[in-house]
C-alpha cells in the first residue's frame, strides 16, 4: 500500500479525484529493479498492472535460435499493459519479454481492482484511453522506423527524437535498438558528422542542422 498522495505527485493519476487515488493507494505497491532483472516474461500469466515511474524497459521477443529480437522500450512514466488483452477476464498473458535496461523503480497495482475502477469510472477509462492512444501511435512510429527505414533513416530519427536516450546507451545497444550491425552504426555516424548534421563531443551527439537530420526520414 502506498500514501494517495505518492500516487497524486505523479502526472499520470494526478488527474483523478482524492477518492478514486485512495482507492488505488490501497491496491498498489512501489519496487525497485536492478538494471537486469526481468519484469515478466512472455506467455506469463501476470496478476498485476504495472506502472514504470522511473527508469527504461526494453521488450523483446526471442527466435527459435535464441537470439533476441528488440521490439520497443519504455520510459519513466509509463502504463505497462497490453490494451488488447484490457478486454479479456481479469488475467493478462503477456506478449514479450521484458527486461530494465538500468535501475528503475515501478508502481505495481492489484490487476482485477485496477480494471475494476476504470470500468466503473469514466474519467479514468478516458484516462487510460488517452494513454493506449499514445502507444498505438508510438508503435506505429516503431513500425515505420523497422519496416520502412533504411540504417541512416533509422538512425537519425533516434537523433531527432530520442537523443536522450543515444547518448546515454552504449553503441552496441543502440545498434541492437535499431536492428543494426555495430560496424554500420558506425558508418553513419560517420557520414552525418562529415556531412556535419551532428558533432559528437565527449561521447554525446549534438545536432546542428536539424533539418538536415528530419530530411533524412520524412
Known amino acids: 500500500m502506498v500514501d494517495f498522495e505518492f500516487l497524486k505527485n505523479i502526472p499520470f493519476f494526478s488527474q483523478l479525484d482524492d477518492a478514486i487515488l485512495k482507492e488505488l493507494s490501497t491496491i498498489a505497491v512501489v519496487e525497485n529493479f536492478a538494471a537486469g532483472d ?41 502504463l505497462v499493459f497490453d490494451i488488447s488483452k484490457f478486454c479479456d477476464e481479469y488475467t493478462i498473458s503477456c506478449y514479450a519479454n521484458s527486461e530494465f535496461i538500468e535501475d528503475s523503480q515501478v508502481v505495481i497495482f492489484e490487476n482485477k481492482k485496477f480494471r475494476e475502477m476504470i470500468e466503473n469510472n469514466t474519467k479514468f477509462m478516458k484516462i487510460i ?25 533509422k538512425v537519425a530519427h533516434m537523433l531527432a527524437h530520442d537523443l536522450e536516450t543515444f547518448n546515454t546507451l552504449k553503441k552496441h545497444e543502440i545498434a541492437y535498438m535499431l536492428h543494426l550491425q555495430p560496424e554500420t552504426l558506425s558508418r553513419i555516424l560517420k557520414k552525418l558528422i562529415r556531412n556535419e548534421v551532428i558533432v559528437i563531443e565527449k561521447n554525446c551527439a549534438k545536432i546542428v542542422k536539424m533539418n538536415e537530420l528530419q530530411e533524412i526520414y520524412e
Do not use: H, P, W
Open 38 to 78: 526481468i519484469l515478466f516474461y512472455e506467455k506469463d500469466t501476470q496478476e498485476s498492472i504495472f506502472y514504470l515511474l522511473d527508469g527504461i524497459i526494453k521488450f523483446y521477443k526471442v527466435d527459435r535460435f535464441d537470439n533476441e529480437i528488440f521490439l520497443y522500450k519504455l520510459s519513466s512514466n509509463s
Open 129 to 153: 484511453l488517452n494513454e493506449s492512444f499514445r502507444m498505438i501511435q508510438q508503435f506505429q512510429c516503431i513500425i515505420s522506423r523497422n519496416v520502412v527505414y533504411d540504417g541512416t533513416a
